[in-house]
């Protein structure tokens, strides 16, 4: 029997009303930053926004997503492409394990083509903290326009 991770998503609260397409197809395809899970089972358990800046969600929302036997938190791409990017997420990787004792990982779907490219110009992800952040959803550039 393979393993099977239970896993929660986080959305930035200003992409409150989008509807998951990009995060469920990544997950269901094993790309991005679900790529970690290529050979075992994932399931859902549980997927919200942050509540808005400062992202008071965060206080809340994985304790539900544990209950519902999480494991695993990922705070979605948006978090990372939307301009600026969440200038809280180093908070929420450092809190969410603190206090609910679940693994965090940052991101979900492969950044689209369109954003990569307008933060390279901007130079947004130059320092080494967004270089390690990015790193789980950068993916090629083939799959990156796939996600645009």
């Excluded at 509807?19 to 094993?30: E, P, T, V």
């Excluded at 369109?114 to 130079?123: M, V, W």
């Amino acid at each position: 029997m393979r393993k099977k991770t239970k896993i929660g998503i986080i959305i930035c609260d200003r992409y409150r009303t989008c509807a998951g397409g990009k995060c469920l197809k990544s997950l269901y395809n094993k790309e991005g930053a679900f790529d970690i899970y290529k050979n075992e089972d994932v399931e859902l358990v549980g997927f919200t926004t942050c509540g808005g800046c400062p992202g008071g969600n965060i206080e809340y929302a994985p304790e539900e997503i544990k209950k519902n036997g999480g494991e695993v938190i990922h705070l979605a791409t948006g978090f990372v492409v939307g301009y600026p990017p969440c200038p809280y997420i180093s908070q929420f990787v450092d809190f969410i394990p603190e206090k609910y004792g679940l693994k965090v990982v940052i991101g979900t779907h492969p950044i689209p083509q369109k954003y990569y490219d307008t933060h390279t110009k901007l130079g947004t992800w130059e320092s080494e903290a967004w270089t390690i952040m990015t790193k789980p959803t950068l993916s090629d550039k083939e799959i990156r326009l796939r996600y645009d």
